[in-house]
């Protein structure tokens, strides 16, 4: 059941940036279906509800926030190498034009820092942005299991050894830094970085199994 991402929350977001009834009924549509691809274990739409429920409780009441929210994930290839960009430029042709520029390249924008190629620009809305994203590292161990199973589902193509060597540099390069850059979300660090340190240490080889 969803709670936060709804028809009834994506329609008074759009009233609030005028957004007429008929293309956010439109645009709703779209994002529900592109969510809801067979392949999307964990990047469908429960993610983008838990985000919106994360928004709501830090109190930040934020219109560009929470378009980026809606769509920064639109667009998901497993193996893509430019969902960010993608989700972005889906923005830009559903919405963006029909908003101030200020807004729209605002909402690029938080979109864009999600890509967690990118380097962090240190910004307070990207941040903001970026903690919610990740907030599920720091979730109680059975949620963070979920998490952890629901994204191997969705590289299942990828065989198991490449899948632990580059899922092993995901987790080391996020616990060479902190994870959580704004008040509201640093008390998830130590949750975080025990989840992703188990998780790590699931990965390696067993010694005892590889004499």
């Known amino acids: 059941m969803m709670n936060f991402a709804t028809a009834a929350r994506f329609q008074e977001l759009c009233h ?13 549509a779209e994002l529900v279906r ?24 830090v109190g930040e009441n934020l219109d560009v926030i929470e378009l980026a929210i809606w769509f920064h994930d639109v667009i998901y290839d497993p193996l893509g190498t430019d969902n960010e960009e993608k989700s972005a430029a889906f923005f830009r042709d559903r919405l963006g034009r029909a908003i101030p520029s200020s807004l729209a390249d605002a909402v690029e924008r938080l979109i864009l820092a999600t890509d967690l190629k990118r380097v962090r620009s240190g910004r307070e809305d990207e941040n903001l942005m970026i903690d919610i994203d990740l907030s599920i590292l720091g979730s109680s161990p059975g949620d ?3 998490y952890r199973d629901a994204i191997r589902s969705e590289y299942a193509v990828v065989p198991e050894e490449t899948f632990r060597t580059g899922r092993g540099a995901i987790l080391r ?3 060479s830094q902190p994870i959580y850059h704004t008040q509201s979300f640093q008390r998830l660090e130590p949750q975080a970085r025990g989840n992703m340190q188990q998780e790590l240490a699931s990965l390696e080889p067993d010694d005892d199994q590889h004499p």
């Open 34 to 57: 592109h969510y809801g691809e067979e392949h999307r274990t964990y990047h469908n739409l429960t993610h983008i509800d838990r985000m919106l429920g994360w928004l709501d409780s």
């Open 16 to 28: 609030r940036v005028e957004i007429s009834d008929p293309i956010a009924t439109t645009v709703f």
């Open 144 to 146: 963070y299991a979920a």
């Open 173 to 175: 390069h996020f616990l």
